[in-house]
């Protein structure tokens, strides 16, 4: 039984361009996560499995899903890491190990989002929403904030395109299709 790979951490390093050794563990990041509490793991956490080569604790938890990438903890981090770059390599690294989703809801929104970008060349909210809850097959659960919203007009009816959308569609068609399927 392999324990640990010392690869891993290289190969995170490689694909967000963060040294992962500059961390210190002071846990400031933790302390300024707004989604802290919800995570198995702290953003300093997750570092730590990642430099002791805990790859599949790593890739398994579900805070590189809850993480929203708001760049609160690098703010506050004084060696400024990146952890939304590094969190989005170790999603890039599970979705292509297939590894389980521990969050299958939010790797679904995720996928809402992009479809989205990719049709339009931005987000056309009321259409990510509607999608998501007809492929989680939850019609009425929080109709009446859809319905404050479009009241408000905080939900555009109809979406509006980018000028360049062939650019964006270009973005798409050379990146993998397995994150979107």
Request: aromatic share 8%.
């Amino acid at each position: 039984m392999k324990f640990s790979d010392f690869h891993f951490a290289a190969e995170v390093k490689q694909r967000s361009h963060v040294d992962l050794n500059m961390c210190y563990h002071c846990w400031c990041c933790a302390g300024g996560c707004p989604f802290v509490e919800a995570m198995d793991y702290t953003p300093n956490g997750v570092i730590r499995l990642v430099q002791l080569g805990m790859k599949k604790k790593a890739l398994e938890c579900s805070a590189i899903w809850i993480c929203v990438g708001c760049h609160t903890c690098s703010t506050a981090c004084p060696m400024a890491i990146d952890m939304s770059a590094i969190m989005d390599a170790l999603r890039q690294i599970a979705l292509e190990e297939g590894v389980p989703c521990a969050e299958p809801d939010i790797l679904d929104f995720h996928k809402e989002v992009l479809h989205s970008v990719e049709h339009y060349g931005r987000t056309h909210k009321l259409e990510i929403m509607l999608r998501y809850k007809i492929r989680k097959r939850d019609w009425f659960s929080d109709m009446d904030v859809g319905l404050k919203m479009l009241a408000k007009r905080k939900l555009d009816l109809m979406p509006s395109k980018v000028k360049n959308i062939k650019d964006i569609r270009n973005l798409f068609n050379r990146d993998d299709r397995r994150y979107r399927e």
